[in-house]
């Protein structure tokens, strides 16, 4: 049961360039997302948030947008930059103020050319 | 920058063996998760904890595993009895009581099961 999905596996965009990678999710329940960023050998570190009651949220060049009604979330990096290339996740959860679990999607491998 | 901790970050045992994943979350956290990654799926969530004992546990999460905070500091994830198929990266997450809903992870601990 495939609750949150990225259904790009991977993505190439130029360095400078907009990367934007998308997510679907089926769960209504889910109020709040999360985009983890993950190398090789390390764990998932966490990159932006956005709660269900935004459809926004920046931090420098990382934006998030929540479409509610489409199930449907992106991140978009701009500009993008070669340290950007790693795998990006996708996860949601049904809030309640902590010990909640995340569920993830099966990730974006985004590459950045320089 | 405070951090998770997780030991060892690769453990190699016989199948049959018990395996015992040490973890160290962020100091002011109080919920605690175990995650894991088989190679090239999608992390999936395994059991959270909070005040001492389980909140959730997944279906994945079986008799064969048990979660512990012995101390004040470490948390702890037990596999008694392993088998090949709990090969994995297994991440530990914690997140804190300000009703913030991000989870930050470890780098992850590599069990290869032989």
């Known amino acids: 049961d495939q609750q949150v999905k990225q259904n790009s596996p991977s993505l190439s965009v130029q360095e400078g360039r907009i990367s934007i990678l998308n997510c679907d999710y089926t769960?209504?329940?889910?109020?709040?997302f999360l985009w983890y960023k993950k190398y090789p050998a390390e764990g998932p570190t966490f990159l932006i948030s956005?709660?269900?009651?935004?459809d926004k949220n920046e931090d420098g060049r990382f934006t998030v947008f929540l479409n509610k009604s489409a199930k449907h979330l992106s991140l978009h990096i701009v500009p993008s930059q070669p340290g950007d290339s790693a795998v990006y996740f996708c996860?949601?959860?049904?809030?309640?103020?902590?010990?909640?679990?995340?569920?993830f999607g099966t990730g974006t491998r985004l590459t950045i050319i320089p | 920058e405070p951090e998770v901790t997780q030991t060892p970050s690769h453990q190699v045992t016989q199948m049959g063996q018990e395996v015992i994943l040490r973890c160290v979350p962020i100091?002011?956290?109080?919920?605690f998760y175990w995650y894991r990654q088989i190679l090239g799926q999608k992390v999936e969530f395994l059991v959270s904890?909070?005040?001492?004992?389980?909140?959730?546990k997944s279906e994945i999460f079986d008799d064969q595993f048990s979660v512990e905070r012995p101390d004040g500091s470490n948390f702890t994830l037990k596999i008694r009895s392993t088998k090949l198929e709990d090969s994995a990266m297994y991440f530990c997450?914690?997140?804190?009581?300000?009703?913030?809903?991000?989870?930050?992870f470890g780098p992850g601990t590599r069990l290869t099961v032989l």
């Open positions: 997450a914690s997140s804190d009581d300000r009703g913030s809903d991000t989870q930050y």
């Open positions: 769960n209504s329940m889910f109020d709040y």
């Open positions: 956005i709660s269900s009651i935004k």
């Open positions: 996860a949601a959860i049904v809030s309640n103020f902590g010990n909640e679990k995340l569920t």
């Open positions: 100091s002011n956290h109080l919920y």
């Open positions: 904890f909070y005040n001492n004992e389980i909140s959730e």
